[in-house]
């Protein structure tokens, strides 16, 4: 299932994506999309019913209908940094022996669409297209790659947008340069799992101003999606509705030849994760 929030910020409600490519309306059937649903068995039973037989649930006219993020009220999104070959690579970095970890708040997150600001004196914002993750059962302790995909709800694409000299020049954590506000665009979708046979082969692009940037597959992970759950559940307990940013594939900004093209108010940055919807955002100072 496709499933998606429209509506204005911070008043989105949930709808559902079908076979035709119509817009439903869910609100009738469920509240929201959000963890409670994710791990609600019967619940998610009654929308995949709803999905079979798509002319019961009214339809929705997209058209001048903003799309929000797919998942409201997210607990937390938990991102890996240097997860591609080809990403270390063009930085420079060693192939990590462990997953490198950093936290992004959720009230970063914005709508596939919305505006992305440019944080006030940046000179290094940056562009990452990720494949984003959505944990659908409570996990713990996992012991295997095999159990951290039975976790997976479902896939979305995400863009870690990224202020390089807040992460990496100014000390302490890669955190400053990862939680200004609107570097979370997500969505438009969030496509569950049974609709992704294999996460390990998805293509992602991404565009600056028209021009192709970014070009990879998530085939290029350094630890596939079921490590990374697993992984993660022996640091953290991970809840229905929380997010993991996988990491991104090489053809960042950051490591391109000088002068290094980072964004400015005015680009436009389009990006793609195959199966998973398409993103567009204009960018605008803060």
Sequence with gaps: ?????????????????????????????????????????????????????????????????RVGPPLGRIGKIVCIGLNYHDHAAE?????????????????TVVGPEDTVLVPRRSRK?????????????????????????????????????????FQIERGGTWDKGK??????????????????PDPQALPMRLW??????QDGTTAQQIFPVGEVVRYLSHFMTLYPGDVINTGTPAGVAM????????????????????GLGRQRQELEDA
């Design 125 to 165: 914002t940056d562009w990452e297209v990720e494949l984003a993750v959505v944990i659908g059962r409570k996990a713990r302790y996992l012991d295997t790659a095999e159990e951290g995909l039975a976790h997976v709800a479902g896939y979305a694409t995400s863009h870690d947008v990224s202020e390089r000299e």
């Design 1 to 65: 299932m496709k499933l998606l929030r429209v509506g204005p910020a911070g008043s989105e409600r949930p709808a559902l994506l079908d076979r035709n490519g119509t817009l439903r309306d869910l609100s009738g059937l469920v509240p929201d999309i959000d963890g409670e649903l994710l791990a609600d068995a019967s619940a998610l039973t009654r929308v995949r019913e709803a999905a079979q037989t798509p002319d019961v649930l009214p339809p929705l006219d997209a058209n001048g209908l």
């Design 208 to 213: 600056v101003n028209g021009e192709l940037k």
């Design 255 to 274: 490591g391109r030849p000088e002068p290094k093209p980072y964004l400015r108010a005015g680009d436009v940055v389009e990006l793609e994760i195959e």
């Design 91 to 107: 930085t420079g970095a060693a192939i990590p022996d462990e997953p490198i970890l950093f936290f992004k708040a959720p009230d």
């Design 179 to 196: 939680n200004c506000e609107t570097f979370n665009p997500l969505g438009p979708w969030l496509v569950t799992a049974d609709e992704v």
